[in-house]
């Protein structure tokens, strides 16, 4: 994130990125993931999950 954004800015882009991967997750995955409150911690929990592992 930009450092020229305030902390309530950067609060509220969190909150739209949560929401809309949110949107785009079906049941099963979204019970996985939706314990997580940050944008980066609901794409790092949902790539443990689903990423195959090479």
């Given at each position: ?21 949110i ?32």
């Open positions: 994130m930009s450092a020229n954004l305030s902390k309530e800015e950067k609060t509220e882009m969190n909150d739209k990125v949560v929401s809309a991967v949107l785009c997750l079906g049941d099963k995955v979204l019970r996985e993931a939706a314990r997580e409150t940050s944008a980066v911690r609901m794409w790092t929990k949902l790539d443990s999950l689903y990423m195959t592992k090479s």
